[in-house]
Nanobody, 124 residues
Framework: QVQLVESGGGLVQAGASLRLSCAAS????????MGWFRQAPGKEREFVAF????????YYRDSVKGRFTVSRDNAKNTVYLQMASLKPEDTAVYYC?????????????????WGQGTQVTVSS
């Protein structure tokens, strides 16, 4: 079993940056690919970013490409989502998720474990 705990959310102005963290624990977590998803009020949860467990492949939704960067530090058992040039439309609860040896996982139903989420609010 893998446990995930997100942190780093907050209230920022448009154009600012935030770094979300997802602390992972449990056996074999390094064989889990990690995804970031978000859910805005009144909307369905959507894919944001993906990093393969090997660390050599990432994928982003079009609206965050060039602004968001996903990374992982295996020594700290943590995955990060660095967000820059934030926009009001980025406002949402952000979730990290883990999928065992995921190759290119953008569908939330394919993930095995989820964190509890962290709120990001971007004011205009």
């Amino acid at each position: 079993q893998v446990q995930l705990v997100e942190s780093g959310g907050g209230l920022v102005q448009a154009g600012a940056s935030l770094r979300l963290s997802c602390a992972a624990s449990g056996p074999f977590w390094r064989t889990y690919s990690m995804g970031w998803f978000r859910q805005a009020p009144g909307k369905e949860r959507e894919f944001v970013a993906f990093m393969r467990w090997t660390g050599d492949y990432t994928y982003y939704r079009d609206s965050v490409k060039g602004r968001f960067t996903v990374s992982r530090d295996n020594a700290k058992n943590t995955v990060y989502l660095q967000m820059a040039s934030l926009k009001p439309e980025d406002t949402a609860v952000y979730y990290c998720a883990a999928k065992l040896r995921g190759w290119h996982a953008v569908e939330e139903t394919t993930y095995d474990y989820w964190g509890q989420g962290t709120q990001v609010t971007v004011s205009s």
